[in-house]
């Protein structure tokens, strides 16, 4: 058994050639099994079967062109197996061949995050630390288109923005590595399609801390770049992929790396102590304004007398007793302090209403 190629494109031509031990042989099915190599496909395996012809010009060969336009990307497994009676194999023979596909791209310099072009955030083979700070919303819209006859049309693809911490390696030669920390629970942000700009469009939030697992158990990594972080130095890394339909990525995602400044805090200090100083001086305001109306209404040397309980149930006697002894005392307003002599409605003084 044979092909003519061991790899076909998506939408190519590959001829199914078996060469049998007799050419009696009538015509008879082959079969042909498709395995994706991507997890991201949706057509799942197929199975395929194909009918092999004598070919009538080379004896015991049976052939068959076959087109393969909308498989998955990944294995084609070719097989046969003959309807004769007398024909018995314990293991008919395969034929592996692999089915590629083009993958999708990204247009570096039509793509943006923020207003900065893609390709303004490298130089050469080097990445431009970009700046950010933790909770901050990074957007992006970016350019992506599939390849090949028989690739995906927007808005097919799968364009999506992965967050990573990473570290440096210990520098060589005066360069360092970039090594990526592989968290418990990824942060990733699918990009939504813009008909109207044909751009994929969306942002990510740059997480505060990231869930580590180690032998040690579960640990929280705050993504502050901060050499003082366990005396490591870490960054961040944003990773742009893009997926076919058919789970085939782009041969060049694309890398920013940031250096992820501290959240400030919610209420600076400043403004706190600014807060207290203030909730102070309206507490000694407060006490002020009432010593000095205190004094006012009470002034230091007179006498204020409280004002006896009323006697309903009394007799005549015990009134007429009560008032004189009651005429016989001064009396003093309790609003402004003024002295009154004889019992009144209201005070002479400053005029508020009294119950003498």
Avoid at 68 to 85: A, L, Q, T
Wanted: with cysteine; net charge negative; hydrophobic share 30%.
């Amino acid at each position: 058994m044979s092909t003519d190629t061991s790899s076909v494109n998506k939408g190519g031509e590959i001829d199914l050639v078996a060469e049998m031990d007799d050419d009696s042989y009538l015509d008879f099915n082959a079969y042909v099994s498709y395995y994706s190599y991507g997890f991201h496909n949706t057509e799942e395996t197929l199975n395929n079967t194909k009918l092999l012809s004598n070919s009538g010009f080379l004896d015991y060969t049976y052939e068959q062109s076959y087109n393969i336009p909308s498989e998955p990307s990944g294995y084609g497994i070719f097989y046969v197996i003959p309807e004769e009676s007398d024909y018995i194999t314990p293991n008919s023979p395969r034929e592996i061949f692999e089915i590629t596909n083009a993958e999708p791209i990204i247009f570096e310099s039509s793509s943006y995050v923020g207003s900065k072009q893609f390709s303004d955030t490298q130089q050469g083979d080097n990445l431009l630390a970009q700046y950010a700070t933790q909770g901050d919303s990074i957007n992006f819209r970016v350019k992506a288109e599939d390849q090949g006859t028989y690739g995906d049309t927007n808005p097919q693809l799968t364009v999506s923005v992965s967050f990573f911490m990473v570290v440096l390696s210990e520098e060589i030669d005066g360069t360092s590595s970039i090594l990526l920390m592989y968290p418990s629970e990824f942060a990733t942000s699918e990009l939504s399609y813009n008909n109207g700009t044909e751009k994929y469009e969306g942002s990510i939030t740059i997480p505060h801390t990231m869930l580590f697992s180690s032998i040690k158990g579960n640990t929280l990594i705050s993504t502050e770049s901060s050499p003082n972080q366990n005396d490591i130095d870490y960054l961040s890394l944003l990773y742009i992929n893009v997926l076919d339909s058919d789970g085939t990525a782009t041969e060049d995602p694309f890398f920013i790396l940031y250096y992820v400044n501290p959240a400030p805090d919610s209420i600076p200090w400043p403004l706190i102590i600014i807060i207290l100083v203030g909730i102070g001086g309206f507490i000694g305001v407060a006490v002020l304004i009432y010593a000095l109306r205190k004094d006012k209404i009470h002034p230091e040397g007179e006498t204020v007398y409280e004002k006896e309980p009323t006697m309903e149930s009394s007799s005549w006697e015990e009134k007429q007793s009560y008032s004189s002894e009651y005429n016989s005392k001064a009396f003093h307003c309790p609003y402004c302090g003024r002295a009154i002599e004889t019992p009144k409605r209201y005070c002479p003084g400053c005029g508020k209403s009294i119950d003498m």
